[in-house]
């Protein structure tokens, strides 16, 4: 079990502990029955006081999720796992607990596991929206013509054929590339852990917006990095703020997600990006650009991307294509240039010695054809009819107390609710409705803000948006009604 | 630039420092004109003495790998490297060298980009082996009836009808897993990465056979392992040997491929088998069980898998399923229990969310099929007759000098020199020949010994085979000869 302490955080270190064991059991890395280290044994581990760790574990005994046995040890229980549920009998593997690892406290993947009735956590693409036809008679045409696609590798940097036609595509929106600036990734999450595990380790210093994607979040928690956040406001990342954090603690890196930023929606302006672009020179620092979904704008073409108002190497940018075509392929690509870009090569060496030749195939026909760029045009229609089903809906149904931001682009939309209200419990009412959103507390790298959530617009068609949008706002009115109830009373 | 120092190695820290560099240099990460940290930078980074670094810096510029400056500063010179190369022109990328990076000396990469005309250097299967035809149809027909897949995310663990099928075809090779226990990767070298980004952090040991497979080594160093190696023979790893070892260090992984094991064909008796797993256990460590080619046998099946040999959770088992069926594809699995499952499940979320939808519904109809038993009984008589195309070459043209192992099974032939001769030279003459092989020291963690060479029968046809074969037959007794006539010449 690993166990991260953050010695400066403003959390308390015996919260963190209660956290990241609750964490642990919520995300199925504990098992029932599994007995935990003891006091002694963990507060020398991760370096804390007897103490300390006494106080989250009796919290954790308080709430029922551990018991503690008297000369016996303590030992995990989950009040909600059936016995019937034991799968694996009577085998233990309790020795594997003393196994240490370097997880991070990973949220990310827990939102997407239950697929519920009406899915508003996730930021897929309707399948429907999507040209699976088209692609599935290219994908023909492709292997009866070159069935030799299915037996080889291809190269580590990814299909040549590939990397020049995104180099045509990225051209389209003002990103310019050369082929021997590509690396094919499968989807931007690999390129994010690939730039993660070259140049990230135990210390270094990573920014981060705050909210942002939790994905990412997850990545560099994992490589032990010292997460440092900047807020996000309408403009996107606060560079006001950004100045003074990097002279003091000199980042390796910067992640950014400057266009429809993820979860809230903004764009940075050009002079924003210039801004971070002169920090990052002056800090010598790497800037990482996340660009899901630049395509899926609902007013005018989003501002240049970072890479091409970059002169000196600084921006390794990302583009997944999942969220615009055959999230099935899962193809990503990145660029940079430099001995940053080969050194990301060796490490998409080591971790998988190239994505697979078919899936990259797979998507040239179609993404150099004229219908990539109607799909395109249709795709932006229907998640804008989508995003305004959303807004309407918020703006005749949500209480008065909760506030959004109308996002141009993209594929979710945020909200704030009042300070008190804690959108981790109100995702349990939602769920009791077979309703998902994601709880705003995944988004943030260090202090875990409970008041915010997001929905996406991209997975459900715009009944089940309207069904689903009308149900939370009814979650947030109850929930806002019985706290004003609550302080009224006279007996509080 | 990051250079890896081991303080209790055999080599001198210089030397050290000179192979780290060199390393860089060779496989491209370091360009023409970077200037190097000065002396006083480097010693400090890496704790080491200036003499330390100038010496390493002497060697470097003595061979015209790098030049000093006087009042500038130290510069990379690849001797080879001509001007019109330099495409990147007159742009600078020169402050990228401040990036620190985890990179590990990565050999492998760099044996798989350049396709020489014989090609025995990588053990991938010629696609003419491959069904490629019947592939293409039943993709054909699987995304008629199911465009979607295009469109979809697969779980993070692998594709549920996928996961089924592979329990049936392991099923028949005596691994005994269930659907829940298997994690679907892209190829089994991200199953390493997986074991390995999860479990593996700087200091902690890992124990490898020596030699090994490259992909692995890059894998763990790149995690800040301290490797620890055991000798094979003929039966595979040397048991009598780890046992101490383990009892001393103990090591968090045993990393082993037991079944035609790479690079020298060797396969472990059962007994081996069961007394590893005994170590594993009185010692509390992981076992990764590589099984690239078991279904490759020429003699008689193999015997049983680690796997189901043990009852508590040490083995995780990867299959590969490139070096039999489409690596255009690559499909891997990895199999493990409890929690170590489980906390490979998150880390596969982190690295890329699963992998892609389309490559693992694309392989199920031919693995569930008849044909998929038909297919592997042709893969074997058409390797095993390659195999003894290049034994027969061999007794035939090989120096007496010369010895190798005949492996019944797997894809390559493992050749000792006599220990004065280096394969890394000799594949310099190779490849003016238009040949390729994998020199030895490639597989070695710790000490590269260089007077061994493999090479792989699976990618080359008879007359290629044959013709690739004398070919390094004739270096090897001309290097022979050349030194037996300098031995006796009167001057030396």
Wanted: aromatic share 8%.
């Amino acid at each position: 079990m690993h166990i991260e302490i953050q010695r400066n955080a403003d959390i308390s270190l015996t919260k963190q502990i209660y956290h990241s064991i609750l964490d642990h059991i919520r995300s199925d890395l504990l098992e029932e029955d599994l007995q935990l280290p003891s006091v002694r044994e963990l507060s020398k581990q991760i370096g804390v006081s007897l103490v300390t760790v006494v106080k989250a574990y009796q919290k954790l005994e308080q709430e029922g999720y551990i018991t503690s046995v008297q000369g016996k040890g303590t030992f995990i229980r989950k009040t909600n796992i059936k016995e019937a549920e034991k799968k694996e009998g009577a085998i233990s593997y309790d020795w594997q607990l003393s196994i240490q690892d370097y997880l991070p406290r990973s949220q990310f993947a827990r939102f997407h596991q239950v697929p519920e009735k009406i899915h508003l956590s996730s930021s897929m693409i309707d399948p429907g929206l999507l040209p699976n036809r088209y692609l599935e008679q290219e994908i023909h045409k492709m292997l009866s013509e070159n069935p030799k696609v299915l037996s080889q590798y291809g190269e580590i940097q990814g299909d040549k054929e590939l990397r020049q036609a995104m180099v045509e595509y990225l051209k389209r929106m003002d990103v310019p590339t050369t082929p021997d600036n590509i690396l094919v990734t499968s989807g931007s999450q690999q390129g994010i852990d690939l730039v993660a595990r070259t140049f990230v380790g135990p210390g270094d210093v990573v920014v981060m917006e705050a909210p942002t994607y939790p994905g990412a979040i997850d990545v560099f928690r994992g490589r032990g990095a010292t997460i440092l956040t900047v807020p996000v406001d309408s403009d996107g990342m606060r560079v006001d703020l950004l100045q003074n954090l990097c002279d003091k603690y000199k980042p390796k890196i910067i992640y950014t997600v400057p266009t429809f930023h993820n979860p809230t929606g903004a764009v940075m302006p050009t002079k924003r990006r210039r801004q971070i672009l002169e920090i990052a020179k002056s800090t010598q620092c790497l800037v990482i650009e996340d660009d899901p979904c630049s395509e899926i704008y609902f007013e005018r073409k989003p501002p240049a991307s970072m890479i091409s108002l970059d002169q000196d190497g600084h921006v390794i940018y990302l583009k997944g294509l999942s969220k615009i075509l055959a999230p099935g392929c899962r193809i990503g690509i990145l660029a940079a240039s430099g001995s940053i870009f080969k050194r990301l090569l060796a490490a998409k060496a080591n971790a998988d010695l190239g994505s697979p030749l078919l899936t990259q195939k797979a998507i040239i026909p179609f993404i150099t054809s004229k219908r990539m760029m109607d799909h395109l045009k249709k795709l932006r229609t229907a998640l804008k009819i989508r995003r305004d089903v959303v807004l309407e809906i918020l703006s005749q149904h949500s209480p008065k107390e909760v506030s959004w931001f109308v996002p141009k682009g993209g594929l979710n939309v945020w909200l704030t609710l009042p300070f008190w209200l804690n959108t981790d419990h109100l995702l349990l009412e939602a769920k009791n409705e077979q309703i998902t959103f994601l709880p705003g507390s995944t988004c943030f790298p260090t202090n875990q803000e409970n008041h915010y959530l997001r929905i996406s617009f991209s997975y459900m068609n715009e009944p089940q948006l309207e069904q689903g949008v009308k149900t939370i706002c009814n979650i947030l009115q109850l929930a806002i009604d019985s706290k004003i109830k609550q302080d009224s009373s006279p007996y509080f």
